[in-house]
Protein backbone atom coordinates (compact mmCIF):
# COMPACT_ATOMS: atom_id res chain seq x y z
CA UNK A 1 0.00 0.00 0.00
CA UNK A 2 2.91 2.53 0.83
CA UNK A 3 4.12 1.75 -2.43
CA UNK A 4 1.08 3.47 -4.09
CA UNK A 5 1.34 6.44 -1.84
CA UNK A 6 5.06 6.93 -3.05
CA UNK A 7 3.76 6.59 -6.72
CA UNK A 8 1.30 9.06 -6.65
CA UNK A 9 3.49 11.49 -4.48
CA UNK A 10 6.13 10.94 -7.57
CA UNK A 11 3.64 11.51 -10.28
CA UNK A 12 2.37 14.65 -8.49
CA UNK A 13 5.63 16.00 -8.08
CA UNK A 14 6.40 15.34 -12.06
CA UNK A 15 3.49 16.98 -13.22
CA UNK A 16 4.26 19.96 -11.03
CA UNK A 17 7.63 20.48 -12.05
CA UNK A 18 6.21 19.75 -15.64
CA UNK A 19 3.82 22.75 -15.29
CA UNK A 20 6.30 24.79 -13.58
CA UNK A 21 8.51 24.80 -17.50
CA UNK A 22 5.65 25.37 -18.99
CA UNK A 23 3.78 28.05 -17.38
CA UNK A 24 5.55 30.95 -15.81
CA UNK A 25 4.94 31.18 -11.97
CA UNK A 26 2.44 34.18 -13.37
CA UNK A 27 0.39 31.81 -15.40
CA UNK A 28 1.55 32.81 -18.50
CA UNK A 29 2.20 30.68 -21.30
CA UNK A 30 5.60 31.77 -22.72
CA UNK A 31 6.29 31.19 -26.28
CA UNK A 32 9.39 30.74 -28.00
CA UNK A 33 9.98 34.45 -28.95
CA UNK A 34 9.42 35.54 -25.75
CA UNK A 35 11.86 32.89 -24.42
CA UNK A 36 14.51 33.99 -26.63
CA UNK A 37 14.52 37.84 -26.30
CA UNK A 38 14.00 37.35 -22.48
CA UNK A 39 16.79 35.12 -22.73
CA UNK A 40 19.29 37.85 -24.36
CA UNK A 41 18.39 41.07 -22.42
CA UNK A 42 22.04 41.71 -21.59
CA UNK A 43 23.37 40.70 -25.20
CA UNK A 44 25.50 43.25 -27.45
CA UNK A 45 23.53 45.63 -29.51
CA UNK A 46 25.00 43.73 -32.38
CA UNK A 47 24.00 40.49 -30.98
CA UNK A 48 20.15 41.74 -30.14
CA UNK A 49 19.51 42.87 -34.20
CA UNK A 50 19.88 38.70 -34.67
CA UNK A 51 17.19 38.48 -32.38
CA UNK A 52 14.24 40.05 -34.60
CA UNK A 53 13.05 38.22 -37.85
CA UNK A 54 13.64 39.50 -41.31
CA UNK A 55 10.23 39.00 -43.82
CA UNK A 56 11.30 35.46 -44.97
CA UNK A 57 12.03 34.23 -41.48
CA UNK A 58 8.56 35.36 -40.11
CA UNK A 59 6.68 34.10 -43.24
CA UNK A 60 8.15 30.66 -42.45
CA UNK A 61 7.48 30.66 -39.13
CA UNK A 62 3.91 31.84 -39.75
CA UNK A 63 3.21 29.39 -42.23
CA UNK A 64 5.35 26.68 -40.71
CA UNK A 65 7.87 26.45 -43.10
CA UNK A 66 4.89 25.58 -45.90
CA UNK A 67 3.79 29.03 -47.21
CA UNK A 68 1.21 28.76 -49.70
CA UNK A 69 2.47 29.43 -53.52
CA UNK A 70 2.42 33.05 -54.32
CA UNK A 71 4.12 34.11 -51.09
CA UNK A 72 6.82 31.06 -51.53
CA UNK A 73 7.39 32.79 -54.82
CA UNK A 74 7.81 36.16 -53.32
CA UNK A 75 9.99 35.45 -50.58
CA UNK A 76 12.23 33.29 -53.35
CA UNK A 77 12.38 36.22 -55.57
CA UNK A 78 13.81 38.52 -52.85
CA UNK A 79 16.14 36.38 -51.61
CA UNK A 80 17.65 35.92 -55.31
CA UNK A 81 17.59 39.87 -55.71
CA UNK A 82 20.11 39.60 -52.67
CA UNK A 83 22.65 37.35 -54.45
CA UNK A 84 25.45 38.99 -55.80
CA UNK A 85 28.33 37.76 -58.28
CA UNK A 86 32.09 38.09 -58.80
CA UNK A 87 33.03 40.87 -60.24
CA UNK A 88 35.91 38.56 -62.76
CA UNK A 89 32.45 36.27 -63.38
CA UNK A 90 34.54 33.38 -62.07
CA UNK A 91 32.52 31.19 -59.83
CA UNK A 92 35.60 28.69 -58.28
CA UNK A 93 38.22 29.91 -56.75
CA UNK A 94 41.06 27.19 -54.57
CA UNK A 95 39.82 24.34 -53.17
CA UNK A 96 42.63 23.83 -50.68
CA UNK A 97 41.05 27.31 -49.52
CA UNK A 98 37.68 25.88 -49.42
CA UNK A 99 38.67 22.63 -47.85
CA UNK A 100 39.51 24.66 -44.62
CA UNK A 101 36.61 26.76 -44.67
CA UNK A 102 34.54 23.55 -45.29
CA UNK A 103 36.39 22.20 -41.79
CA UNK A 104 36.13 25.70 -39.68
CA UNK A 105 33.45 26.64 -37.55
CA UNK A 106 34.72 29.78 -36.36
CA UNK A 107 32.92 32.62 -36.08
CA UNK A 108 29.63 34.11 -34.45
CA UNK A 109 30.25 31.92 -30.97
CA UNK A 110 30.49 33.96 -27.92
CA UNK A 111 34.45 33.12 -27.85
CA UNK A 112 34.82 34.21 -31.26
CA UNK A 113 34.82 38.14 -30.10
CA UNK A 114 36.63 40.26 -30.83
CA UNK A 115 37.21 38.00 -34.24
CA UNK A 116 40.70 36.83 -34.68
CA UNK A 117 40.29 34.59 -37.91
CA UNK A 118 37.97 34.63 -41.08
CA UNK A 119 34.59 33.43 -39.92
CA UNK A 120 34.37 29.53 -41.74
CA UNK A 121 31.43 27.57 -43.49
CA UNK A 122 30.84 24.92 -41.12
CA UNK A 123 29.57 22.28 -43.93
CA UNK A 124 30.76 19.51 -42.14
CA UNK A 125 28.57 20.48 -39.56
CA UNK A 126 25.51 19.53 -41.79
CA UNK A 127 27.14 17.60 -44.82
CA UNK A 128 28.95 14.36 -45.83
CA UNK A 129 31.99 15.81 -48.10
CA UNK A 130 35.27 14.18 -48.38
CA UNK A 131 34.58 10.48 -47.95
CA UNK A 132 37.79 10.05 -45.58
CA UNK A 133 36.71 12.62 -42.96
CA UNK A 134 34.87 10.78 -40.57
CA UNK A 135 33.05 13.22 -38.29
CA UNK A 136 30.02 14.69 -39.94
CA UNK A 137 26.51 16.25 -39.14
CA UNK A 138 23.79 14.77 -41.17
CA UNK A 139 20.78 17.81 -41.10
CA UNK A 140 21.87 18.51 -44.33
CA UNK A 141 22.15 15.40 -47.19
CA UNK A 142 25.63 14.21 -48.34
CA UNK A 143 27.72 16.17 -50.66
CA UNK A 144 30.41 13.20 -51.81
CA UNK A 145 30.71 13.27 -54.99
CA UNK A 146 28.11 16.05 -55.52
CA UNK A 147 30.72 17.70 -58.41
CA UNK A 148 31.14 14.41 -60.43
CA UNK A 149 27.85 13.13 -60.49
CA UNK A 150 26.15 16.83 -61.77
CA UNK A 151 29.36 16.43 -64.44
CA UNK A 152 30.85 19.70 -63.47
CA UNK A 153 28.35 21.66 -65.45
CA UNK A 154 27.95 25.39 -65.59
CA UNK A 155 24.66 25.17 -64.43
CA UNK A 156 25.50 23.31 -61.44
CA UNK A 157 28.80 25.95 -60.40
CA UNK A 158 26.44 28.04 -60.63
CA UNK A 159 23.65 26.36 -58.33
CA UNK A 160 26.17 26.17 -55.69
CA UNK A 161 27.11 29.42 -55.25
CA UNK A 162 23.58 30.90 -55.29
CA UNK A 163 22.95 28.02 -53.02
CA UNK A 164 26.28 28.62 -50.53
CA UNK A 165 25.21 32.74 -51.49
CA UNK A 166 21.66 32.50 -50.34
CA UNK A 167 19.53 29.35 -49.93
CA UNK A 168 16.41 31.23 -49.54
CA UNK A 169 16.75 31.52 -53.19
CA UNK A 170 15.98 27.41 -54.14
CA UNK A 171 14.00 26.94 -51.05
CA UNK A 172 11.76 29.72 -49.49
CA UNK A 173 12.15 27.89 -46.22
CA UNK A 174 15.34 26.11 -46.36
CA UNK A 175 17.37 25.08 -43.21
CA UNK A 176 21.25 26.13 -44.55
CA UNK A 177 22.25 29.44 -43.09
CA UNK A 178 22.47 32.49 -45.75
CA UNK A 179 26.15 32.90 -45.22
CA UNK A 180 26.86 35.43 -48.00
CA UNK A 181 23.65 37.43 -47.85
CA UNK A 182 24.42 37.67 -44.15
CA UNK A 183 27.55 38.47 -45.38
CA UNK A 184 28.92 35.94 -42.73
CA UNK A 185 31.40 34.95 -45.37
CA UNK A 186 32.23 36.65 -48.36
CA UNK A 187 32.32 36.62 -52.39
CA UNK A 188 35.80 35.11 -52.62
CA UNK A 189 35.39 32.86 -49.61
CA UNK A 190 32.09 31.20 -51.05
CA UNK A 191 34.29 30.82 -55.08
CA UNK A 192 36.92 28.67 -52.41
CA UNK A 193 33.69 26.62 -51.39
CA UNK A 194 32.01 26.27 -54.94
CA UNK A 195 35.58 24.63 -56.04
CA UNK A 196 35.66 22.87 -52.83
CA UNK A 197 32.62 21.28 -54.05
CA UNK A 198 32.63 21.05 -58.03
CA UNK A 199 36.52 20.89 -59.07
CA UNK A 200 37.44 17.61 -60.70
CA UNK A 201 40.51 17.59 -58.32
CA UNK A 202 39.28 18.20 -55.20
CA UNK A 203 38.94 15.37 -52.63
CA UNK A 204 35.00 15.69 -52.87
CA UNK A 205 34.80 14.14 -56.18
CA UNK A 206 37.71 11.43 -55.84
C1 LIG B 1 23.12 24.25 -40.43
C2 LIG B 1 23.30 23.20 -41.38
C3 LIG B 1 23.98 23.49 -42.69
C4 LIG B 1 25.20 24.07 -42.92
C5 LIG B 1 26.15 24.67 -41.89
C6 LIG B 1 25.43 23.98 -44.32
N1 LIG B 1 24.37 23.39 -44.95
FE1 LIG B 1 24.20 22.98 -46.94
N2 LIG B 1 22.31 22.29 -46.64
C7 LIG B 1 21.71 22.13 -45.42
C8 LIG B 1 20.38 21.57 -45.61
C9 LIG B 1 19.41 21.22 -44.50
C10 LIG B 1 20.20 21.39 -47.00
C11 LIG B 1 18.94 20.85 -47.70
C12 LIG B 1 18.08 21.98 -48.18
C13 LIG B 1 17.64 22.94 -47.09
O1 LIG B 1 16.75 22.65 -46.29
O2 LIG B 1 18.24 24.03 -47.00
C14 LIG B 1 21.44 21.86 -47.62
C15 LIG B 1 21.67 21.84 -48.99
C16 LIG B 1 22.91 22.08 -49.58
C17 LIG B 1 23.22 21.90 -50.98
C18 LIG B 1 22.23 21.42 -52.04
C19 LIG B 1 22.17 19.89 -51.99
C20 LIG B 1 21.19 19.32 -53.01
O3 LIG B 1 20.11 18.89 -52.60
O4 LIG B 1 21.51 19.31 -54.21
C21 LIG B 1 24.53 22.24 -51.15
C22 LIG B 1 25.32 22.21 -52.45
C23 LIG B 1 25.05 22.64 -49.86
N3 LIG B 1 24.03 22.53 -48.94
C24 LIG B 1 26.34 23.06 -49.62
C25 LIG B 1 26.81 23.52 -48.39
C26 LIG B 1 28.14 24.06 -48.18
C27 LIG B 1 29.23 24.13 -49.24
C28 LIG B 1 28.20 24.46 -46.87
C29 LIG B 1 29.31 25.17 -46.16
C30 LIG B 1 29.64 26.48 -46.70
C31 LIG B 1 26.91 24.16 -46.27
N4 LIG B 1 26.11 23.59 -47.22
C32 LIG B 1 26.59 24.42 -44.96
C33 LIG B 1 22.25 22.44 -44.20
C34 LIG B 1 23.46 23.07 -43.99
Excluded at 30 to 38: F, L, M, Q
Excluded at 96 to 124: H, I, M, V, W
Aim: glycine residues 6%.
Amino acid sequence: MRIHYAIIALAAGLSLAAAYFLWRPEGRAVSVDDAIRESWTRAAPDWQVRLVQDETQKVCSTYRNAPPKPIADAVLARERAMIQYPADGKLMGDWRKGERLAQSGYGGRFTDYPPRQENGGNCYACHQLDKTELSFGTLGPSLLDYGKNRRYADAEIRAVYERIYNPHAAIPCANMPRMGASKFLTIEQIKDLVAYVMAPDSPVNR
